[in-house]
């Protein structure tokens, strides 16, 4: 391979620079960057003219020679191919989609600290600031018992339903992303819709207060115990699922 | 299955490319031939030339450029210390790779 280097003819110089142009458009169909271009096209002609010294050791390269090389050489159209990815584990050779970027990192099942943050605001709220809301207005009197429940309800809802929003914006973002998708649109659920829930319930129970109607009681105590049954089931499923890993789906 | 070669080789051209550069700086086509040498690994100019010119981009190669006295002038790449970092990286992940896919189509694996 590095015996005597000969020089294209001139003749023959056309044939390698419309094979070079050819090239080159389909590398531009790659989107290939001109600097990258240039050098894939240096090397490729560096090849060229070294398969053609093979090709004609001992006399002049004929128009002959020159189209056997290129039939032994990969077709211009297989450089517009689709561009290889980097196989490296630590770090990508490309930017991340504007919209994927944005998306948290999940951890290894698929859920983000963002997600099961808003989850478990969600469910303190709905399991534990609603029902003493509930029976601080029911039950009570005790205004300072009745500053603490809705405190409680505020600390959790208002930073459940932020971060359930951004968790669902991160889901949807996270379609087709490197990484993997993320997984748990029920926790995003729960984060944002815990605070309207509370909101409503308090209202009810605030109702209910007001009326002293037994029926709506019992109805309201009813409605918050199966809130919080569902709740409770959903919080138990999901964290079996990231505990003991969610349920395979075919590939 | 040739489609599934293509693929497989096509993801390992970056590893196939810096073993070749560990042993010394080569310039393009001799890349390209010193893997035509290795049965299984013939990868063409098609395929190595973009990622050669990517790894001189993202600064894992070196490139050097040598005039020759009639034909084009030669690039010549050699590796950098991330790239040798790199290669360590991919090469115990090959490793690992290989002894668990051996170890599962072997049978014994789980």
Known sequence: MNAAVIEVPPALRHLVD????AIER???QGDTPRAERRSILE???TQIVEMLSAEAPDHEPTRADLLRVFTRLDPPEAFAGEPLESVR???TTRAPAPAAANAPPATQSGYATTGILACVGGLTMLLLGLPL???TMLFSQSQNLLVIAIGLVAVTGIPSLVLGILYAVAIHNSHGRPGGQLRGLTCAAIGIAA???SIVGLLGGYLVAVSESDFLIIGSFVMLC???VVGVIHLTYRSLELLVGAPRRPA | MTAWVTQLRKGLVELCILAVLKKGEAYGYQIVDGLRAHRGLELTESTVYPVLSRLAKEGLLQVRTEASPSGPPRRYYRMTPASEKHYQQMTSQWKEIRNSLNSLIQGDGR
């Open chain 1, 89 to 91: 584990p630590m770090r």
């Open chain 1, 226 to 228: 199966v809130l919080a």
């Open chain 1, 133 to 135: 809301c509930a029976f």
């Open chain 1, 26 to 28: 389909a590398l531009l």
């Open chain 1, 18 to 21: 419309s094979r070079l142009d």
């Open chain 1, 43 to 45: 090397d490729i002609e």
């Open chain 1, 195 to 197: 605070l309207p829930i």
